[in-house]
């Protein structure tokens, strides 16, 4: 296993690593259905920690996959068998997600998080296997840097359930280490536009649950009820925050400014918040529906407030770590910070609260569109 070129003409995914990341749809949707239920019932320090807690292990999953096949995705038949394999520990992964986040009880995670590392530690001593000097060190280094942070998450079977987010707040960091000071240790291989590329189409998966979560949302609802007027303008709402979200995340062609592993990193790191903002807005509408037929246990500004910071949030971590490197002049730069305020501010609109951010987004693009021609006819001149 010898590693790829970082100037590979044609690098794209492969349909292994659309496959990998089709089956982190049960993941996801597991995290955003235990966050709905916790909300509803009106815990929202419980189901915020709970998620955070647990969409980092699905996240942190697929970013350790992804980095190393872009660096040294061989395709053979060993190399998928292994990725196959980690694709099993993912699917038990999601098996335990329920009983982490109701009891504290991590010990599935954790063992799906055991097939996996233990697969890709083996990719990492292939790889060691094959190369020599900097690179032979940095992959060993990178296995035995997960093989102990892996070692440390067994806190979260022996602990008590109130010091479980002290063991993440240890962990984390120490996960999110590991890969940085890896990257110090010999020059990166990792692609630029297959890195964007595979960012890119994760994105796609979480938009399209959160899409999936807002629809059984409303056919449950209507099989109960049939009051469109009240549903119509959530769904209108979400469906406008799922589109915008799709089109400024994918306004600017991010793999230009991928150019050193520093820059990768901070940009790569910050799609935890990305990621877990966009599905958290399907669990928010979620909640505004239960919310808006009497089946949820918090009020309308709450309700509300489950949709809007999820919403702004998005918006603005696009902007910090993706949008702002493309956008030219102070028009453009606020589009997105201006718009991440406004989304929170349509929190204290009552009832139609989601609609409001909904339509916020849709003139955000219009404004973001804009402004792009404009500055294009200026340029042509």
Same mark, same amino acid.
């Given at each position: 296993?010898?590693?790829?070129?970082?100037?590979?003409?044609?690098?794209?995914?492969?349909?292994?690593? !659309?496959?990998?990341?089709?089956?982190?749809?049960?993941?996801?949707?597991?995290?955003?259905?235990?966050?709905?239920?916790?909300?509803?019932?009106?815990?929202?320090?419980?189901?915020?920690?709970?998620?955070?807690?647990? $969409?980092?292990?699905?996240?942190?999953?697929? @970013?350790?996959?992804?980095?190393?096949?872009?660096?040294?995705?061989?395709?053979?038949?060993?190399?998928?068998?292994?990725?196959?394999?980690?694709?099993?520990?993912?699917?038990? !992964?999601?098996?335990? @997600?329920?009983?982490?986040?109701?009891?504290?009880?991590?010990?599935?995670?954790?063992?799906?998080?055991?097939?996996?590392?233990?697969?890709?530690?083996?990719?990492?001593?292939?790889?060691?296997?094959?190369?020599?000097?900097?690179?032979?060190?940095?992959?060993?280094?990178?296995?035995?840097? +997960?093989?102990?942070?892996?070692?440390?998450?067994?806190?979260?079977?022996?602990?008590?359930?109130?010091?479980?987010?002290?063991? $993440?707040?240890?962990?984390?960091?120490?996960?999110?280490?590991?890969?940085?000071?890896?990257?110090?240790?010999?020059?990166?291989?990792?692609?630029?536009?297959?890195?964007?590329?595979?960012?890119?189409?994760?994105?796609?998966? @979480?938009?399209?649950?959160?899409?999936?979560? /807002?629809?059984?949302? %409303?056919?449950?609802?209507?099989?109960?009820?049939?009051?469109?007027?009240?549903?119509?303008?959530?769904?209108?709402?979400?469906?406008?925050?799922? $589109?915008?979200?799709?089109?400024?995340?994918?306004? @600017?062609?991010?793999?230009?400014?991928?150019?050193?592993?520093?820059?990768?990193?901070?940009?790569?790191?910050?799609?935890?918040?990305?990621?877990?903002?966009?599905?958290?807005?399907?669990?928010?509408?979620? %909640?505004?529906?239960?919310? /808006?037929?009497?089946?949820?246990?918090?009020?309308?500004? /709450?309700?509300?407030?489950?949709?809007?910071?999820?919403?702004? !949030?998005?918006?603005? =971590?696009?902007?910090?770590?993706?949008?702002?490197?493309?956008?030219?002049?102070?028009?453009?730069?606020?589009?997105?910070? +201006?718009?991440?305020?406004?989304?929170?501010?349509? =929190?204290?609109?009552?009832?139609?609260? %989601?609609?409001?951010?909904?339509?916020?987004?849709?003139?955000?693009?219009? +404004?973001?569109?804009?402004?792009?021609?404009?500055?294009?006819?200026?340029?042509?001149?």
């Amino acid at each position: 296993m010898r590693a790829r070129s970082r100037d590979e003409a044609h690098r794209a995914s492969t349909p292994l690593e !659309l496959f990998f990341d089709l089956c982190f749809v049960v993941a996801v949707a597991q995290a955003g259905r235990q966050l709905v239920h916790a909300l509803a019932e009106g815990h929202p320090g419980h189901g915020i920690i709970g998620y955070l807690m647990l $969409f980092f292990a699905i996240w942190w999953a697929w @970013v350790n996959f992804t980095w190393f096949a872009s660096a040294y995705d061989t395709d053979d038949t060993l190399y998928r068998v292994v990725t196959l394999i980690q694709i099993s520990g993912v699917l038990i !992964l999601a098996a335990g @997600v329920p009983r982490a986040f109701d009891n504290g009880d991590f010990a599935v995670v954790w063992f799906g998080y055991l097939v996996m590392r233990l697969a890709l530690i083996s990719q990492c001593l292939r790889a060691a296997h094959g190369s020599e000097g900097a690179e032979r060190r940095s992959s060993l280094l990178y296995a035995a840097g +997960v093989s102990v942070c892996q070692v440390g998450w067994l806190a979260l079977l022996f602990v008590p359930v109130g010091a479980l987010p002290w063991v $993440f707040v240890v962990m984390a960091p120490l996960e999110l280490s590991v890969a940085a000071v890896t990257a110090q240790a010999r020059q990166a291989t990792w692609h630029p536009h297959h890195i964007a590329e595979r960012y890119g189409l994760f994105t796609i998966i @979480v938009l399209g649950e959160t899409l999936a979560a /807002a629809t059984v949302a %409303v056919q449950s609802a209507l099989d109960e009820n049939d009051e469109l007027g009240t549903l119509l303008p959530i769904a209108g709402g979400g469906l406008l925050l799922a $589109f915008a979200a799709y089109w400024i995340y994918f306004a @600017v062609p991010i793999h230009l400014h991928l150019r050193s592993s520093r820059q990768a990193f901070a940009w790569g790191y910050g799609h935890y918040l990305v990621y877990g903002s966009a599905a958290a807005i399907g669990a928010g509408i979620e %909640v505004a529906v239960e919310q /808006a037929f009497g089946k949820a246990h918090l009020s309308t500004f /709450a309700a509300s407030a489950c949709v809007t910071v999820p919403a702004a !949030l998005f918006m603005f =971590t696009v902007w910090l770590i993706h949008s702002r490197h493309q956008k030219r002049g102070p028009a453009q730069q606020l589009v997105l910070p +201006v718009s991440s305020v406004l989304i929170l501010a349509c =929190t204290f609109a009552g009832e139609g609260a %989601v609609l409001a951010a909904g339509l916020v987004a849709s003139v955000t693009v219009a +404004v973001g569109v804009t402004l792009t021609a404009r500055q294009g006819t200026a340029l042509q001149e």
